[in-house]
């Protein structure tokens, strides 16, 4: 019965990577490889926006130059990521400060980001097919060919930020060196259903071909000393091994004890809140604490007082301003402020969208129901 189970298992995971890769192979189908004048002409350019962009980033005035700069390599070699990070930076701080060469400089450098995001998106995709082959030929293990595509991807991201037309190869040439390292370097963990590092699973693997060898000469189960000396390691070595490896535990499976209950519902949380949600909230309250300590101390007291985050009772605007010593006008006038630091603070968090319905104004609402 086990066997059938995992064959099953194994054809319906199988059926989902065809279909996976079906949509896939439709979307490849327009993506036309380059000629090697299209390729010489794309890198050509992409990494003659790079310069410019470094150009740009590195003639900032001061004090900006240094925190936005300082400790990080020269712009040319950076991945396309960190480039986009720190030009969303610079336009946050053109935004804040009314400085006219800082705002040149941010409207100069999206247009450069821009520009070359759509000449690297342009050699991404004409060379999905260069990975798609090299993904097929190093095919196998137990790892399905989707996994293995979509890292081998990786790989292509990654040529496409380093690549140097001056090296005198071609763009495919390098990217496949690139692609193939990336797929054989994550292949073990793409074969297991729990990701383990790839030293972990080269010892495993180890200590795995050592019982089996020494079973096949003792004709019997070796002990935990010999597989270890087997594999030349030590006992206490093979313990802490032994002990990292993953159970694989089935969400739908019976709870022990409880035939009517799955282990799915052992598992919910009795406050009715769901690990998706408690993690964005901490997240949230994590902004928010760094956001808080930003303010001058009169306004954090009004807001720690007013809305009880120190744990405490929210007090009524009355109530503060005798501890404070000032007028009720004055905490609501304070209070007021404070919220709209906040509010402006969270919106550059989120990368200038306006917060939502729910959380504008109304954020931090006191659970106090007495009067002000």
Known sequence: MSGLYSWTAMNNKQRRDDS???????????????????????TSKMRRLRKELAHVLSNLPEPHRCRL?????????????????????????????????LAAAARRARAILKVLASARAT????????TYHLARRIAGGGALLADIIQVGNLGLLEAADRFDPGRGVRFSTYAGTCITGVIIREMPGLTQAVRVPNYQFRLRSRLDQSRRGLAQDLRREPTMAETA?????????????????????????????AMDRSLADALAADDGISLQDQTILNNMLEHLQDILTSLEPR????????????????LTLREIGDSMNLSKERIRQLEEEAMKILRTRMRNLRGGRRPARATRGRALRPVSTAKT
């Not at 300082?70 to 946050?92: A, K, N």
């Open 20 to 42: 996976a890769l079906d949509q896939y192979m439709q979307g490849l189908g327009s993506c036309r490889p380059l000629e090697a004048t299209e390729e010489r002409r794309l």
């Open 69 to 101: 700069l300082g400790g990080i390599p020269d712009g040319r070699e950076m991945p396309f990521t960190q480039l986009e990070g720190i030009v969303s930076w610079l336009t946050r701080e053109a935004e804040e400060r009314p400085d006219a060469a």
């Open 123 to 130: 050699l991404i995709t004409r060379n999905l097919r260069l």
């Open 229 to 257: 000396a087997g594999a030349s390691l030590t006992e206490q070595k093979t313990w802490e091994i032994l002990a990292t490896k993953p159970t694989i535990l089935e969400l739908d499976a019976p709870f022990p004890g």
């Open 299 to 314: 306004l954090r007291t009004v807001l720690r007082l007013r809305y009880g985050l120190g744990g405490e009772r929210p």
